[in-house]
């Protein structure tokens, strides 16, 4: 089956003279490298110059608290099982008196781990939480030199309880909505 009309049939003949000397072949690399000189750079000074990136980008996750700084999460794997990568894993445990302003329900992550390498950044973990627990954000997931580095658990997923902690998703999820309604709309 031919996909497209790209393909060159090979034949083994014999170089010609020009073919052999190779100036030809030379002369047009050298036209390729000279006009790529004189455009636009797209390349960026970063970390100096940091590129803008789309307000759906999708990076670092988080685990969101409720009003009341209690964790949202109730370890029902459904994001893990969406999970194309199998980049999540998570161990469950049993709310325990008295720690209610923890947990919002009885049941929650007392593991939560996010394989970082193994993340394609699909979002489909976002989409199937039914508690609205995880979410993801603009955030770039920093790099490391070794590999457990990329191994984030509750520390580095969980936000902070106290307002300045809180990791905002408003913005990203509007422009979401909107892009959604959008598509639904030109159904
Ligand atoms: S973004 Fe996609 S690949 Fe990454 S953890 Fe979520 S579901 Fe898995
Ligand atoms: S993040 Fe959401 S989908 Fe994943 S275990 Fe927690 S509540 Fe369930």
Redesign the pocket.
């Known amino acids: 089956m031919q996909l497209t009309n790209r393909s060159k049939n090979v034949v083994n003949k014999k170089m010609s003279f020009a073919e052999r000397i190779y100036l030809v072949a030379i002369a047009k690399g050298m036209w390729i490298t000279l006009k790529h000189f004189f455009r636009k750079n797209n390349t960026h000074n970063y970390p100096d110059v940091k590129r803008t990136f789309a307000p759906v980008y999708?990076g670092w996750?988080v685990l969101k608290r409720d009003a009341n700084g209690a964790e949202r999460c109730t370890a029902c794997g459904l994001?893990?099982v969406?999970?194309?990568?199998?980049?999540?894993t998570m161990t469950a445990a049993e709310r325990e008196r008295g720690e209610e302003k923890l947990y919002r329900e009885e049941k929650y992550a007392a593991v939560y781990e996010?394989?970082?390498l193994?993340?394609?950044?699909?979002?489909?973990?976002?989409?199937?939480c039914p508690k609205e627990a995880?979410f993801?954000t603009d955030r770039i997931v920093p790099s490391d030199y070794v590999r457990q580095g990329f191994i984030f658990g509750k520390d580095l997923l969980v936000e902070g309880v106290e307002p300045e902690k809180r990791v905002d998703v408003s913005v990203r999820q509007k422009h979401i909505q909107e892009k959604k309604q959008a598509a639904t709309a030109a159904q």
């Open positions: 999708r996750h994001c893990a969406a999970c194309p990568a199998e980049a999540i996010i394989n970082m193994r993340c394609i950044f699909c979002g489909l973990c976002e989409e199937a995880i993801l």
